[in-house]
């Protein structure tokens, strides 16, 4: 129900457009509600763009950002997804992503608990809108418990030569922290998800009586990923032929000075595969 929840002021507009003009009847599937949906999947895709820009400019600070962001936009399915096919979720699922990552990029430096409730209710929304996204926080979970454990490595006195080599390699010490405002953040952390994602979890029940997605959504998944490199290299739209720009932002992550982020990125994007194989 997340794409459904980000076009509902479009919606709305269209319905209210539609009882005071008359042009179509307001039944909630006439044309003027498909444009809403239509001009609401090009005003999330738009913002995924931005979005994106701002998280690159974040990760990596330079002049490239702008340039990237509008490769991304030409250069993936997303342009479709905005223009040709918006009554499709992907481009509602690509803002929701882009505003995850931005905001773990935000919140990362001091894990506060303001923060990271943001990121809670911004993890909630990208389950909403698909449920394969939800692989994509596996991200920002590790690179918390990374910044716990370095917390806790500190707060046990780890000698300097070990402590300074965890800097170097993580990125993500920023600022020393006690474990008790980092464990107050997480739980802080857990219930915005939870709770931001409890009208989900009511609609599942009241759809199909029960908590879960429907039989036809769920029995789409297998485990152990039959189909994971063929999602990746297939010639018949495979990741890397139906988006050549894929390889070289994944070629990109390896040339990360923050190994850690580079590492959660790329066990982000290793989730899409897992679950669409």
Not at 82 to 87: E, Q, S
Not at 183 to 212: D, E, F, H, K, R
Request: charged share 10%; aromatic share 14%.
């Amino acid at each position: 129900m997340g794409a459904a929840l980000l076009w509902v002021p479009f919606y709305a507009a269209a319905d209210v457009w539609t009882r005071v003009t008359g042009v179509a009847d307001a039944n909630g599937f006439t044309q003027p509600y498909v444009n809403a949906v239509a001009y609401g999947s090009a005003f999330y895709g738009f913002f995924a763009i931005l979005l994106s820009i701002r998280a690159a400019r974040l990760l990596v600070p330079g002049k490239g950002a702008f340039s990237a962001g509008l490769a991304v936009w030409a250069g993936t399915p997303l342009l479709f997804y905005m223009y040709v096919a918006p009554p499709f979720s992907h481009a509602c699922s690509a803002f929701a992503v882009a505003l995850l990552v931005t905001v773990w990029l935000r919140v990362r430096d001091t894990w506060s608990p303001r923060g990271v409730i943001a990121l809670g209710l911004s993890a909630a929304l990208v389950a909403m809108v698909r449920e394969q996204d939800a692989f994509v926080v596996v991200g920002p979970v590790i690179d918390f418990v990374w910044r716990c454990r370095s917390a806790f490595l500190t707060a046990r006195g780890t000698p300097p030569l070990v402590a300074f080599a965890q800097r170097r390699a993580s990125a993500a010490l920023h600022s020393d922290a006690s474990l008790r405002p980092l464990a107050l953040a997480g739980l802080a952390g857990v219930i915005s998800t939870a709770v931001g994602y409890t009208p989900q979890l009511l609609a599942y029940n009241a759809l199909n009586g029960y908590a879960g997605p429907a039989e036809h959504v769920s029995r789409k998944m297998y485990w152990y990923a039959p189909h994971g490199l063929q999602v990746l290299a297939s010639p018949h739209h495979g990741f890397f032929f139906w988006t050549p720009l894929a390889v070289l932002a994944i070629a990109g992550l390896f040339l990360l000075k923050d190994r850690l982020m580079a590492a959660c990125l790329l066990i982000m994007a290793a989730s899409q595969v897992y679950v669409a194989g």
